[in-house]
């Protein structure tokens, strides 16, 4: 296990989504168990029966909790409390996750944070998920994705101009979703900015990991933050 303090800037969940913060989060630091009854207290579920008692959770559930807490994330968002109900299910998927959410950092995904968060928010868009587009628009800016950019994503129109690396990225995420294929010219394009087989790989898994996570929120209504407003209806 890594033991060096990696700085991270997280979307920090209390009972939705709150505001991005920058956060200096162990890389594998084992949670006291008040840490987790916190973490579990703060859950805010829908139509699935998300647990708010840590004392109340299955020996797995609990586990799960650890699981979560032990890698980068500080607290347990939205997809990942859903998926409380099934922690089998939900520890594979986390693991996963924070693979594609911290890419671009050591020992995560390829793909640089600009690129990747432009994938989630086309994902997001896609599904019109608000808790995924409300977790990561301020954060893809802060990554460097033109603010521009994402007002045309969230509008669903093409973005009238683009730098060489963000047009290679929106073609290939845009074509796959709406059309389901890929052309050989957009895979070129966007092997080229991507670093190769690799860096398209890692992509796909983020766009395949946040619909995941777009589909857990939407099937349980997951809430916003109070006082935080949908960006779709």
Known sequence: MRSSIVCLTLTVVMGGVGAVVESQAPAATQPTVEQMRRAVSRLRGNRIAVPTSYDSLTPEQQAYVRSILTGPRP??????????????????????MAYARFSGRDGFGSVTPKLNELAILMVAKHWSANYVWNAHHAFAVQSGLPQEVVDAVLAGRRPARMERDVE????FCQDFLTTRRV????????KAVLGGDRGVVDLVGTMGLY?????????DQTPLAEGVKPYFP
Not at 85 to 93: E, K, N, Y
Not at 168 to 171: D, I, L, P, T
């Open 75 to 96: 607290d347990i968002s939205g997809p990942l409390g859903v998926m409380m109900v099934s922690p089998g299910l939900g520890d594979l998927s986390q693991k996963a």
């Open 168 to 171: 290679a990225v929106y073609n």
């Open 183 to 190: 052309s050989d010219v957009t895979l070129q394009a966007a």
């Open 211 to 219: 619909q995941i996570t777009a589909m857990m929120v939407t099937v």
